[in-house]
């Protein structure tokens, strides 16, 4: 790895306002993965109208936690929107916990292997956790080539954010964390 290249793992890329692309615009981004090979992502703010209950319900899993059913799945990105991601709390030092886990480098996990919700069908699993349809990837260099044209914001990423916050209000907070009121934003470039 070049010592100049950056690692947004474990950041969240936050959208600029006028951003063109319509699947990303107003979107906070948790990176799972940022290498030479490109970069993986989750959109952690867009829910779509499917619940974690009718999910389990379509793979046909009971999920007996009336709470985890009633929240919303989320757009993690547009590739491949009908596979589950599950991001989560990291469950401990070893993982290992399931099939198909990436640790994320200081940060969570992401499951994407049918084992993490047969656990959580039987009330085990994690505790915190976001489900999100799809994910968000860029070829090598793509995603540094939207950042030098200011079509995103980095940050550290704050599990807070993704697990506790109102959804309606993680662009925002996502901002925040850069010091940054949304209002102060504008979508022109070089205008005061």
Not at 42 to 59: A, D, R, Y
């Amino acid at each position: 790895m070049s010592k100049d290249r950056i690692d947004l793992t474990n950041q969240f890329l936050i959208a600029m306002p006028g951003m063109a692309d319509d699947a990303f615009a107003g979107s906070v981004v948790y990176m799972c993965e940022h290498n030479e090979k490109g970069a993986l992502g989750l959109v952690i703010n867009k829910p779509i109208s499917l619940t974690v209950g009718h999910l389990f319900e379509k793979v046909e899993l009971a999920l007996p936690d009336e709470d985890l059913a009633g929240r919303p799945v989320f757009y993690g990105g547009p590739v491949q929107t009908e596979r589950g991601f599950v991001l989560h709390e990291r469950l401990d030092e070893q993982g290992g916990h399931y099939n198909a886990t990436l640790a994320i480098p200081g940060g969570l996990e992401m499951t994407t292997s049918r084992d993490v919700l047969e656990a959580l069908s039987h009330g085990a699993g994690p505790r915190k956790l976001l489900v999100t349809l799809g994910y968000s990837g860029w070829a090598a260099g793509q995603l540094e080539e939207e950042i030098g044209r200011n079509g995103w914001l980095t940050v550290d990423a704050t599990p807070e954010i993704i697990f506790e916050t109102p959804v309606e209000q993680r662009y925002e907070r996502a901002l925040g964390l850069l010091g940054i009121d949304p209002r102060m934003l504008s979508t022109e470039a070089g205008h005061a």
